[in-house]
Every structure is written in structure tokens, then in C-alpha cells.
């Protein structure tokens, strides 16, 4: 049965949520390696901060202190000693036991949210996101072709109960939200964590950027703030929380964790089984050495200072050079600041041509929005770049702007 | 609005494919933790072959080679110089050029099942797959919900080039298959590549066992079969094949990838971001260094010796205790003997709870049915254990016959 071979095009199309995907993340990380580039976009910490020498240190001790137990398949929960160490420290935060059966590990945050999806969404469900929506969990979720709604931090909305009701769950990032870099006080946790409680759904707490305390002390999360209220016995409650060590110490480890009470991690642990066996168990028992070490406790004191200067390098460029067309608050932490156009007919997917053209990269808000309308605003990344670096990426954003309001029709620049 | 909390019970349900999902892998993995039982299931390599020392001097020279870049998420298609190396490998036993843009690189193998059910299968979706098939494709794609045919080896069936114009993708194992060990003839395999070519669908050539050649060499691989038909220009194939690290060195890495045509490459890419943004560098410029050095080539003739030892002990242990009812192949490669009951009636499912309580397990073969229903035969590894401990462990399957017989219902011992 001979046949001439049928052009690619001809074979079997992809997935229908594909036609929906986008390719802006791997855009910007491969912008990241271009030197003529500045990069204000991505969320990528500063990797000249990244402690080399103490991670080959680390694994020469893991290596030697777990053998061929770090070079296994897993269990599909990772690492028993590493997940008992997260429990500790989830513990130690919310002044109650948790235990290791609390605790699944997995490739970097990223994976819980695509995990989350997994084990929770059908195609059509509800999910209600804080908005604007982390890219990176549109993207997990995308997949499974969920449909959104808005979280009301205000809680203004009177139907907003009657929505959770609806929702698979609720998803928030309260610490320097991605991409708002907004830190919500303690009462709007409270609050979400009530309708939550109410409404009888899961609450998602995304915490990537806990370690990035520029400005003080954050809230207790509201894993924390609900654990306290149940302080004996197995954790029952609706928090689904999801940390990293991609800030803290460095994302090429690929270590992150999810917490949860033990059936929910049960449900993650077999969606995981069927998505990639295990992660590494080297770079969890490396992990584990920079933990109980107390390493990565002492690296975030000094990358913090570097961060904070490279912050307040931004916000001081971007007064001089973009307030006369946009605004937007100093964060207190996390990796980004969130600028609005005050002419909400700015088209900040068009700029972006014009910032390419300058050698300049941001995101633009449209990614951050479900149905991709939110147009007149943009995410600089801060952490990345020397303050240098920050201040000529700036002077580009402020001839690109320039740029754009020349070009556009009915305009004078 | 404070208000009591509900039970965990009345919180959302997990997606629908949850309900037919399976424990068993789960299983299999802890139970290779416990040393009362003799584990003739999992399809884990020899850990006291892993070379401990060897890797952690790799991880050494890999962060001085590689410093922050190691470190730092990826480029989403793996690390350039890994990527580079793999398509190098591919080139020589194709007798083709393989660029890098016609590989992926995953969180092993299994990594790449999930991608390509993440790429190609919306629910209700055709796979043609050999049968039975290995538990952990079954695995990967049930959250995408397809629909399953069985690949016709013997293309008597004169259906089947139809049946494969309905589908997303072909699936096969062609060198010594999970479950059953059997090494795919070259004319069985060009028949194949033929009928996909005829049907203008995608093949999934599934090859993570390829360096696990006990009695001389496989056969081409697909990919390599058809790359030879074409040999200039870009690969434009159908062929979409899955290799890994995890056989010949070790597992913990979770170093894998895909090989196919490069727009191929790139849909699998945009389903890895929504996955896991990337894989561990580290455990990649590792996975490079041991390559390079010819480490790996190094590693593997010594392991085979000992599988090969293995192998023979269990299928010597087999013919003393199990031939009365049980026939199997003895497999020319790979970790798995399978052996199917003399008895059509026999019920494996009913097998495994006296297996456990003669402390040995095996996989039973409904697992590897995608409806369940093949009961009459069992999957033995023999990579795992030494050739005392396989022995042991067939002396229990012999006694968890006697007394599985002796419960059947209506039959005598």
C-alpha cells in the first residue's frame, strides 16, 4: 500500500482551545536572550543575583546524603522529607499543624495551576479570577476551556455569592498580584475568604511572590487566616494555596508545591501520576539542602535591597518620562508595576510594534484579560534588569509612545 | 457574611475523567518503598546501577560550564546545546539531518504523551493504538476524554486504513513494548509507516525502551525508516517520536523528548508553556554533560549484562513455577515479560489481592485495556530486582495461584 506522502497541512488539525492559544510567553522568553533587547516584560528574577557556586555545593551534598533516591522516579508526591519541610513551614505561618499529606510538589507553580485544571475544570465550567488574570494561568487553564467571571474585591456586586456558587473555584493572588502588583489588605481576604466559606467552592491562592516583601510585612495569607480559625485536627478547608522556590532561590530547579487538604492533594497527586510521573527528585533533594540549610532565608535579605533599588530606578524613570500619559502605583512587593493609560482609548497592543521597534519589551494588558478587550495598560517587570538598564528601557517606552501617537489615524503627536 | 463552613464533600467535584482514572501506577510507585514485598510491577530500572557518583561530578561541571543559565527557566523547548545533541543523535541513526527545531525537550517521556494529548485530542477523539497499551499513554490522555481502535499489526483487517483516516494519531511501541515485550519487525513497522502515509494521519512512535537491546540490535526506528525515504530538506514526516534518558541512566532527571517535524514542534511547545513554563535546566545541562563526556554510551553495555542476567533468571523461575498456566515470549529487550493465562477464564484482577497477601505484585493486564476488560494476563519487570529477589518473587506468584484457584468458585485446587 504504497502511498506518496500527503503534506503536513493535509494531517489532523490540533485541539480547538490551540486556535485560542497564545505565544506571547515564549515570545518573551526568548526576548530575554537578545541583548539589544531591554526587556520589561517576562517575570524573570535578576539571574546574576542566582547563588551558582552554593546550588553545586548543594547538590554534591544532596547527591551524597540521598544517592540513587534522588535519581528515581518519585513518589508522585515528591520527595517525603521536602514535603514534610513545606508543611513545617506552611505550619510555622498559619500557627497550626500541617502535615505532609497537605502537600504536593510539583514543577514550579506553573504545574499546580495546570494540575488545577486538570482535576477540577470540564469543559464550560466557571472560574472566577481576579481581574486582570495572571497570563500564565489562562494559559494552564485554556486547555480545558473554562469560561470566567470577575472577582469583586469591593464585593460591591450582590450576586457576586450567587456566582461563586457557580464557579469551580475562586482565584486570587493576594500578595503583588501578577500583573497588578497590588497587595490586598487583610480585611479584603477576610472577606473573599467569607463568600468563599458561604458559597461552598475552592479558593485558589496564588503565592509566587510571598518573598518579595519590599515595602514590610504582607497579610497573612488566607490559608493562614483560615487555618487559624480551625486550629485542631486534619486542615478541611477550601484553600487550595500554591507556592514556589522560583523566587526565593532560582526557577531553574523547578521546585513549587501546593497546598491542600489531603483529599484535593490526593485528586492533584493522580492528575500529576498522568502527566509526568514525578518531577526530578535531584532538584527537590537540592531544594531541601538550601532550606534546612537556612540558605535561601539568608539570600533574600540582600536580593530584596537589589530589587527594591531596581523598583524605585523604575518609578523614578517612569516619572520623568511616561506620567504625562499613564499612571499607576509604586508596588509594596513582587516583580511588576502596572501601568494605566489615562486615555482609556490608548491601544497598548499597538505600541508594542512600536516598542519592538525601539528595542523595548513590555506586556501588553490584552493577555491579562479572559476575553482580551482590556487594552489601555501595561506590565513592566522590574526584577530583571540593573536600574541602568530600567532607566534606557523607559527613554525607549517614551519614544515609542511617541511613535505610537504619531501613527495613530485622526492624531497629532 | 461569616457563615459555618461546609464539608469538604460539599465542595465541587473533580472533572469527569477522574472517575475512570486509575490508582494503580500510584500504587506500584509506593509500593516499590517497601521491602516486604517482592515488586514484579512499576517499570523501574536497576537504582543500584545509577551512577551516583558520576552524575554529581556532571552536576558539578555543569554549573561551572553553564553558571546562571542552568539555573533560569528555559527557552520552553528545552536547553539549545541539549536540543542541538538529540537532534545530532537522531541525524546518525536516521542517516538524515535532524535540526533543532525538530525537537522538544520534556519532563521524560511521559512529558510528551501528555503534550500530545494536550495538542491533539479534543474529547471524543479517535486513537489507534496498539493493544494492549501502555498504562501511562492510557494515563496521559484520559483528561482529554478520546475514543480508542486497536492497531491491527497484522493489517488483516481491511478496515483499518479507514479506521486510521478517522484518527488523531496512531500509537505505537515498537521495541520491546510495555506490556508485552514484543520487538516490532521491520516490515510490520514499514507496513505501518505505509498505512499512516496512505491514511494522512500522525504516528506516535513511542521509544523509551530502545537502549535496552538484550539479544543484538532493533530494527530502524519508524522515524528513521521514513526519514531515509526523504533524505533532503526539512523533515516533513508524520512520524512523531518519544525518547528518554531514563533508561539509559536514570529516571531522576526527567530528561525526555519529542522528534517530528518542526510545526509539530512548535504546537508541542505552546502546550509545554501552559504546562510547566519549562523543564529544569539543571537537570538538562546534566543530562548534556553525561552525553557528551560518552558517559552514557559508557554506562549502558554493563547494565544490559544485568538485565539481561535478570531476565533470564525470571523466565528460568517462570518455566519451574508458572508453565502450567502461564505462556509467554521470552522478550528480546526491554523490562517486561508478559504472560497470558492458559486459561481464557482466568481472572488476573482476582490474582493481585492474593498476590499482595503473598507479599509480590505484578500489573495485571485490565490496566492496559483502555476498557478494562482483558483479564487473562499479567506483566512481570525483571530490571528492578536482583535475580534471588525475582526468583523469590515467582515462588509467591506460585502460591498466589494455588490459592487463587482454590477460591475460585465451583473449581478445585
Chains 1, 2 share one sequence.
Not at 467552592?201 to 496564588?206: M, P, Q, R
Not at 492528575?271 to 533574600?300: C, N, P, W, Y
Amino acid at each position: 500500500m504504497p502511498a506518496s506522502p500527503p503534506h503536513a497541512s493535509n494531517r489532523p488539525r490540533p485541539a480547538r482551545w490551540l486556535s485560542s492559544g497564545n505565544s506571547i510567553t515564549q515570545q518573551f522568553l526568548s526576548l530575554g536572550g537578545r541583548p539589544d533587547i531591554v526587556s520589561l516584560a517576562g517575570g524573570l528574577p535578576a539571574a546574576e543575583l542566582y547563588p551558582v557556586a552554593e546550588i553545586a555545593a548543594a547538590s554534591t551534598r544532596a547527591l551524597a546524603r540521598w544517592g540513587a533516591v534522588a535519581l528515581e522516579y518519585g513518589p508522585v508526591e515528591g520527595l517525603p522529607a521536602l514535603r514534610a519541610a513545606i508543611a513545617g513551614r506552611v505550619s510555622a505561618a498559619a500557627g497550626r499543624p500541617f502535615g505532609s499529606e497537605n502537600v504536593l510538589l510539583t514543577t514550579g507553580a506553573m504545574q499546580g495551576l495546570d494540575l488545577l485544571g486538570k482535576a477540577l475544570i470540564d469543559e464550560g465550567d466557571l472560574i472566577v479570577a481576579q481581574f486582570p488574570t495572571y497570563l500564565g494561568a489562562l494559559d494552564a487553564w485554556r486547555p480545558r476551556q473554562p469560561r470566567y467571571a470577575r472577582l469583586d474585591w469591593t464585593f460591591a456586586e450582590p450576586t457576586f455569592e450567587a456566582t461563586l456558587r457557580q464557579a469551580k473555584f475562586a482565584y486570587a493572588v493576594p500578595n503583588y498580584s501578577n500583573p497588578t502588583g497590588v497587595l490586598v489588605p487583610q480585611g479584603q481576604r477576610e472577606a473573599l475568604l467569607d463568600t468563599v466559606l458561604a458559597a461552598g467552592t475552592w479558593l485558589v491562592e496564588d503565592d509566587p511572590y510571598l518573598p518579595l516583601q519590599l515595602d514590610g510585612p504582607a497579610p497573612p495569607s488566607i490559608l493562614a487566616s483560615h487555618a487559624a480559625r480551625h486550629p485542631d485536627g486534619p486542615y478541611d478547608g477550601p484553600v487550595i494555596y500554591l507556592g514556589t522556590l522560583s523566587k526565593s532561590l532560582v526557577p531553574g530547579l523547578r521546585v513549587g508545591w501546593v497546598v491542600a487538604e489531603a483529599g484535593m492533594i490526593a485528586t492533584l497527586a493522580l492528575a500529576k501520576q498522568s502527566t509526568d510521573l514525578s518531577s526530578s527528585m535531584l532538584t527537590q533533594a537540592i531544594a531541601l539542602d538550601l532550606i534546612e540549610s537556612g540558605f535561601e532565608a539568608r539570600h533574600v535579605p540582600p536580593m530584596l535591597a537589589a530589587y527594591r533599588e531596581r523598583r524605585d530606578a523604575l518609578c523614578a524613570a517612569m516619572s520623568s518620562h511616561l506620567s504625562d500619559w499613564f499612571t499607576w502605583e509604586v508596588p509594596p512587593g513582587g516583580m511588576f508595576v502596572w501601568a494605566t493609560a489615562r486615555d482609556p482609548g490608548f491601544d497598548t497592543n499597538a505600541l508594542y510594534a512600536h516598542a519592538l521597534a525601539e528595542q523595548v519589551a513590555f506586556v501588553p494588558s490584552s493577555v491579562f484579560d479572559p476575553d482580551g478587550v482590556l487594552t489601555n495598560a501595561i506590565r513592566l517587570n522590574f526584577t530583571r534588569s540593573s536600574p541602568e538598564r530600567l532607566v534606557e528601557g523607559v527613554r525607549r517606552l517614551e519614544r515609542a509612545v511617541r511613535r505610537y501617537l504619531a501613527a495613530r489615524p485622526g492624531r497629532a503627536a
